[in-house]
Structures are given as structure tokens and as C-alpha cells.
């Protein structure tokens, strides 16, 4: 049997009126006239049947970065009406599916958020938005927590795929490859150079790195799991012209 895909994949609306299906005909003769002759019992097959529905299916990855939201003592929700959001008392609210990118995830934005609370100190959790003040410009903490976030996903082979979402990927891109060295002498690297040094020391206390590792080692095993079927992968949206995160 063929295992070839064609290169396009006609729409089920354009399938010609003359498609055919396999003839029962070909079937085995004695399998042919058991299913001519038998019916279901109605105790193996009940048209009113209505199967019970006793779990949820969750994508594994976000299972474990809710675990470690909530290991860490944080409830995730989602709100269209933020991007993301914490009230102070350990609520983490962050946009919804539809408002985020193609390639944002759970974990890439829930560790970009566990990384400002350590970058803005263990106290931040009791703080609106991590304590950062309500002003238009860039606070340094900012890109001293993308440096904290880089230390941590290099750490693990995971750089590109837990790179922060929006604008910020801009610096975080631009980090070396010691993600705590500066990009330049000026005044602001040395600064963010000083938070992101002091995170990495901070983040391996608690109550961050017992979870945090564990939720990041997951990731990594999930990671090497996934990529040998990448090569074979096909979107269920054949217009899809982004390749799957895993493979980066």
C-alpha cells in the first residue's frame, strides 16, 4: 500500500459525484455474508447511547506548566481584556488563545511571568503586575527578567522555543550567547547585566527552583519525544505555511 501524500488534497466539496469506495464485493466471501446477515445486538450498539464524559483532554505541555503555576502558588486564568495580569494575591491572568501568536505557548508565557517575579523579588507576588509602576517607558527589570528567562531555557536547549512573545523577543534575540553578558558598554546593559546576574542567583533558591526545573526538564523530555515525528508531521490546515514549534 502506497503511503504517499499528494501534494495538494482536493476540498471534500470538490470530490467528483463519480468517487469510489471500496466495493464489499472485494471483502472475504465469509465476512461479506456475516455482515449481510447479522444485526448488532442493541445492547453493543444503542442509537440513544449517550457516552459519558468523565475527563478533559489537556495538551500535556500545559498540564505541566499549570501544575508548576500552581506548585508555585498561582492560579492561571484567561481574560481577553489583558494581555497579562497579576492582582497581588496570586492570580496570573494572561490573554486568551486567540489574541496571543501562532507560536506563543503556556509555558513560554507563563515562564516569562514566573521570571519577572523573580527578577522584581520574592515580594512581587504580593504586588499588582509584579510591582511594576503604571508609566509607558521600559523598566530595566524588563530585560533584566529576558535575560533570567534566556539563562534558563539555553539551560535546558530550549532557547528559541521559550523565547518571550511581542516586542521583547527583539532584545532577547540580540543576547550572546552567555545570556548574562552585555550587548554593549552602555549603562542600561550594565544594569540589566546586574538584575539578570542577581536572578540566576535568586531563581535557584525557593521557593522557584524545585518546580521550575522540574517543569523545565519535562519540557525538555517532551521536546526530544516529539521531534523524531516532526519530519512527518502535516497540518490539519494544509494553507498552514508555519512549521511546528517543535522543531525548533
Do not use: K
Request: charged fraction near 25%.
Amino acid at each position: 500500500m502506497s503511503t504517499e501524500t499528494p501534494a495538494s488534497w482536493p476540498d471534500s466539496a470538490s470530490w467528483p459525484d463519480s468517487a469510489s469506495w471500496p466495493d464489499s464485493a472485494q471483502a472475504p466471501a465469509r465476512d461479506r455474508l456475516d455482515a449481510e446477515r447479522l444485526l448488532v445486538p442493541l445492547r453493543f450498539h444503542d442509537d440513544a447511547y449517550q457516552r459519558p464524559i468523565r475527563s478533559r483532554y489537556v495538551d500535556p505541555l500545559d498540564m505541566v506548566w499549570l501544575a508548576t503555576a500552581r506548585r508555585l502558588g498561582l492560579t492561571l486564568r484567561r481574560d481577553p481584556l489583558v494581555f497579562a495580569m497579576t492582582d497581588g494575591t496570586g492570580l496570573l491572568a494572561l490573554s486568551t488563545r486567540d489574541d496571543l501568536d501562532p507560536d506563543d505557548c503556556l509555558a513560554q508565557m507563563l515562564l516569562h511571568e514566573l521570571c519577572h517575579w523573580v527578577a522584581n523579588g520574592a515580594d512581587s507576588y504580593h504586588q499588582r503586575d509584579w510591582g511594576f509602576p503604571l508609566w509607558d517607558r521600559i523598566d530595566v527589570r524588563e530585560h533584566g527578567c529576558l535575560r533570567l528567562q534566556c539563562w534558563l531555557a539555553t539551560r535546558y536547549g530550549l532557547r528559541t522555543w521559550l523565547g518571550p512573545t511581542g516586542g521583547f523577543r527583539q532584545y532577547y534575540d540580540q543576547l550572546p550567547a552567555d545570556p548574562l553578558a552585555p550587548c554593549d558598554d552602555s549603562e542600561w546593559e550594565q544594569v540589566s547585566c546586574r538584575i539578570g546576574q542577581e536572578s540566576v542567583a535568586r531563581v535557584q533558591g525557593e521557593p522557584w527552583w524545585g518546580p521550575m526545573q522540574a517543569a523545565l526538564e519535562a519540557t525538555r523530555a517532551m521536546h526530544g519525544l516529539v521531534a523524531p515525528f516532526v519530519d512527518d508531521y502535516q497540518p490539519e490546515q494544509a494553507e498552514d505555511p508555519l512549521p511546528p514549534i517543535w522543531r525548533s
